[in-house]
């Protein structure tokens, strides 16, 4: 693999990982997500076949964009006030409503 396609995978890599982190969560009951991202990279990186290298990144920056994407859809469809659960968000909205002001919510509406 030459090193454009170093630098490209890497900053996929780096955008996956960012994006699984965001949306999917850190926590350690989750943490076989990243831990398959990285055993994938790894074990592809050091692959001499250009166009199987270039297809698995490729895949790898769709499914970053299916993630980011449909996480954008849903916040769209809250902010539209499509017929949703918005319990949560209303605790986040009410939250940072109340902290821009210097006040904390009750017990019973803290997220």
Do not use: C
């Amino acid at each position: 693999m030459g090193s454009s396609e170093a630098l490209q995978a890497a900053k996929v890599y780096r955008h996956l990982l960012k994006a699984v982190k965001k949306h999917i969560g850190k926590e350690d009951h989750k943490s076989h997500f990243t831990n398959y991202i990285a055993q994938e990279f790894r074990k592809n990186s050091q692959q001499s076949d250009l166009s199987s290298v270039q297809h698995k990144v490729k895949l790898a920056h769709d499914y970053t964009f299916l993630l980011n994407s449909v996480h954008h859809h849903k916040d769209l469809l809250f902010s539209y006030n499509i017929a949703v659960d918005r319990s949560d968000e209303m605790k986040k909205v009410l939250g940072k409503s109340a902290a821009s002001v210097g006040l904390q919510l009750p017990e019973m509406y803290q997220p």
